[in-house]
């Protein structure tokens, strides 16, 4: 699994040399390799993302990006989503 942690090495480098982070700030990485993590759609799609979400969102579980958040994002989708959830998780930490 050494390609995950060069993956991670090179994400940080990059958030930092591109003023995205400060390497200081990071409290924590989890970088998985997972076999089935891949998008069903299907005739029950809209009603069982409706489910879980709502049901982890009682537990204050943020959605971000295409795999958290169970839908058909782009690139820059996924890193907006990403930015607005840091952006909403730093603003409660006042």
Known sequence: MGYLNL????TINKLVEHE???KKDINFIDVRYKKYANIIFDSNYKKSREYIINY???????????FGSWAYLWSDQCFISG????QKIYK???
């Open 20 to 22: 995205i982070i400060n």
């Open 92 to 94: 409660n930490l006042d």
């Open 7 to 10: 993956l991670k090495k090179n």
């Open 56 to 66: 982890y969102k009682k537990f204050n579980v943020n959605f971000v990006g295409r």
């Open 83 to 86: 930015k607005i959830t840091a």
